[in-house]
């Protein structure tokens, strides 16, 4: 079972990743950094494991990454500048994106300043939605963009290393692969509990969202 889900979501970037190369993987990340849930946990350790299979090269696929996450920055940035607040918590539970998020990142962004967009870059989740407060303290666009790429880099390229050895492992050693078998019920389940959490936890942000933009249209009427 674990190996069909695992085949499933590796077959969708993968599958980007071969038919467009290093354009795939820039293209995925921006989609990641545009705040759409898709998690570059998943992106980079795959684009890894073509690494693995000698049709990547780790320095320029995680390059590649970076640039994506520029790319895919200036929508949340932009977001942030125009719309502000209150256009995320109207629109953003179409992503699944709710309140809590736009709070953890609004957090880290006042505790760290600008230096927010490079170290929001290094940590999962935070890094998805820092461009969205740089937006709306209106950051310069030169120094925003160097932290996301210098901030992004080591991220992407640690991703696609995890990606790479992995790969050799699941191809060069057969008790890899006897692992996963053996933990195979245990591991599906643990997926299917991740996701049920997850889902409900997107609901409640979004509730949340409502909540909070009812109480900023009745303070604006």
Same mark, same amino acid.
């Given at each position: ?11 969708? *970037? ?5 038919? $467009? ?12 950094? =545009? ?27 995680? $390059? ?11 929508? =949340? ?39 927010? *967009? ?6 999962? *989740?935070?890094? $998805? ?18 932290? $996301? ?28 692969? =006897? ?43």
């Amino acid at each position: 079972m674990v190996e069909q889900i695992l085949s499933f979501l590796a077959n969708i *970037v993968i599958s980007v990743i071969e038919a $467009t190369g290093y354009w795939g993987v820039a293209l995925l990340m921006a989609i990641e950094s =545009a705040c759409v849930p898709l998690p570059s946990e998943l992106i980079m350790p795959f684009a890894g494991y073509l690494v693995s299979q000698g049709k990547m090269d780790i320095w320029l696929a995680a $390059t590649a990454g970076a640039l994506g996450c520029n790319l895919g920055s200036i929508v =949340a940035y932009e977001v942030g500048k125009s719309g502000g607040r209150p256009f995320v918590l109207r629109y953003g539970k179409y992503l699944l994106i709710g309140a809590d998020e736009l709070d953890a990142a609004d957090r880290f962004f006042a505790r760290w300043g600008s230096a927010a *967009v490079f170290v929001g870059r290094l940590l999962p *989740v935070i890094r $998805t939605f820092i461009a969205f407060p740089a937006g709306v303290a209106r950051m310069k666009l030169v120094p925003f963009h160097i932290y $996301t790429f210098v901030g992004s880099w080591p991220f992407c390229f640690a991703l696609a290393w995890v990606g790479r050895e992995l790969g050799e492992a699941w191809h060069g050693d057969p008790r890899v692969r =006897a692992v996963f078998h053996s933990l195979d019920a245990v591991i599906g389940v643990a997926i299917v509990v991740a996701v049920i959490w997850y889902v409900r936890h997107r609901l409640k942000a979004i509730r949340k969202s409502k909540a909070e933009l009812a109480a900023i249209d009745r303070a604006e009427g």
